[in-house]
């Protein structure tokens, strides 16, 4: 069951993942942003709404 990686292939996978990681990331403030300007709902409780989604992911 043990697979053997090279440091380029591991590397790579790493940039990968932080890639994924920094696209999501801007995706979910630019809903954000976008949600609290129209909304009457408080900052705090979107932000409790945010960490609870991100929990479930």
């Known amino acids: 069951m043990e697979d053997n990686y090279s440091i380029d292939e591991i590397l790579s996978a790493v940039d990968d993942l932080q890639n994924f ?3 999501k990331t801007k995706k979910v403030s630019n809903v954000s942003n976008a ?3 129209d909304s009457g709902i408080p900052k705090n409780t979107l932000k409790l709404i945010e960490e609870a989604e991100k ?3």
């Open 21 to 23: 990681k920094r696209n």
């Open 35 to 37: 949600k609290t300007e």
């Open 55 to 57: 929990s479930n992911n």
